[in-house]
């Protein structure tokens, strides 16, 4: 294996990717509607890729479109047990010689990856996003292409900052050193199907730091992490370094969890599965060869909590967009809403007047504002807390509250307003375009901020809003462990990397904050070294002689 030994080389300092607009008349536009026109006009297969060879197993699923559920976009091959585990054992031949790469090797794969996104693949993942999973324009900007792209970048400086920290204490005629290992065995990503980024980040961040992966994508959001294999082998990632598996969770799952290579376990998803991979490591902890890294992100209940000196128009918006862009199907969607008396009656009228102006529908009109959820599943799940709340007594659906899944699955920006704080949309991830809203005494504020802290089992983002300094601080105490995003003044969605690292406590995670060295931290072993260049030549101690 070739190493580098006369140079120490510095990872450019990165800086966030730019946000195209897609304004009319630009390029942009244009390079991404011709984008989205080639795909939509073709079905494509997508095989398992093991050991980077096409696998195809005859079992198949679909991938369709969301907003327009009868367009078939690609099917796909689903794996089976024999298949999880030829991936594993791929893997581990591997990470024979994967993990012998320096790290300067490594980073500049994943530096050429980024730079393959950020250009020739920008409008084709951005494409894919959007048709696959039902994405507006730059939904799928600041997903797929930016947001990916500056994991990949900053991952790739944080890797030599994890390996430049050494021990500061070197004592006369002793060399203290770390060696930063990846781990033994391999590293089992399980992906959601909201964010094209996150599905790309969870694969290669233990990958960076030498980790090999089984990469399970979500079924309902496979086609555009298909497109990123593609970009990894261009890149030059070996072969077996990421193992692409599509298949139930359940069988690629189960085979991953009782195999004693697993070295760790990266989620996002849903806190019942998170918690239920918890169990299964800990009914399996004998029989692995080392104690899995587990770091999850899952479920959240986001809240924006209002104080009297708010500015209203601002917390409307906010309220409007943290809770209805991608149709409110992100972790960090804002879902309950604390308004103080004195300000609700100006809020709801901005809110009726704003809401009524969102246009909903398929995302190749870039004039809607919202597209589709995701699937039956989920249009069913949403539907049914908007049913509930119908028929509530201590609730009503002021705003919205209808549905449609003839053509595609199709839910209208909803507020509920609610006077019981504990009420059902008040506590449940929905994890769909509902907004609950209830409206509080002024003179009550820390009370209700009592309230919010207890409401929920989740903690991953919050906001508030006030322009009293007092309030704000009082705000940051009282909440101060229910949310591991909290912003001030600001929708609580759109996390950035190297900005706010992302990641949440109670039961929304591990709180490993992607985007940050914390994350990658946890893909290696170090090894201390401890080199004597003048060791002992007697046993006796000082303190063994006469008085």
Known sequence: MITYNNSKLKVPQPQNEPVFSYEPGSEEKTLLKAALKELKGQKIEIPLIIGGKEVKTGDMGKVVCPHDHQH??????????????????????????????SWEDRVAIFMKAAELLSTKYRYLINAATMLSVSKTAHQAEIDSACELIDFWRFNCY??????????????????????????????????????????????????????????KPASTALYAPYFLMKIFKEAGLPDGVINFVPGSGSTVGNVCFNDPRLAGVHFTGSTAV??????????????YNSYPRIVG????????????????????????????????????AASRSYIPKSLWGEVREILETEIAKIKMGDVEDFTNFMNAVIDKNAFSDITGYIDYAKDSDDAEVIIGGNYDDSKGYFVEPTVILTTNP????????????VMTVYVYDDDKYEETLDI??????????????????????TAMKKLEHAAGNFYVNDKPTGSIVGQQPFGGARASGTNDKAGSYQNLIRWVSTRAVKENFNAPESFEYPFMGEE
């Not at 796909?76 to 994967?98: D, L, N, R, T």
């Not at 998170?274 to 029989?287: D, E, L, P, R």
């Not at 504990?422 to 375009?433: A, Y």
């Not at 802290?453 to 919050?462: E, F, H, I, M, R």
Request: aromatic content about 14%; glycine content about 8%.
């Open 158 to 215: 944080f890797v030599q900052q994890i390996y430049a920290e050494q021990p500061l204490i070197n004592p006369k005629g002793i060399w203290n050193y770390t060696h930063t290992r990846p781990l033994e065995g391999f590293v089992f990503a399980v992906t959601p199907f909201n964010f094209t980024a996150i599905a790309g980040n969870l694969p290669t961040s233990p990958a960076i730091m030498g980790n090999v992966t089984i990469w």
């Open 422 to 433: 504990k009420f059902k949309t008040m506590e449940e991830e929905i994890f769909g375009p």
């Open 72 to 101: 078939v976009l690609a099917e796909y091959h689903k794996a089976g047990k024999k298949e999880v585990q030829m991936a594993i054992e791929a893997s581990q031949e591997a990470w024979k010689e994967w993990q012998e790469y």
């Open 274 to 287: 998170f918690q239920s991979m918890w169990k299964q490591v800990g009914t399996n902890i004998a029989k």
């Open 452 to 473: 919010c802290d207890k409401t929920s089992p989740y903690a991953l983002t919050g906001a508030v809003f006030a322009t009293e300094r007092g309030a704000v601080r």
């Open 297 to 332: 992100e899952t479920g959240g209940k986001d809240f924006i909590f209002a104080h009297k000196t708010a500015d209203v128009r601002k917390l409307a918006i906010a309220m409007i967009r943290g809770a209805y862009e991608y149709q409110g199907q992100k972790c960090s």
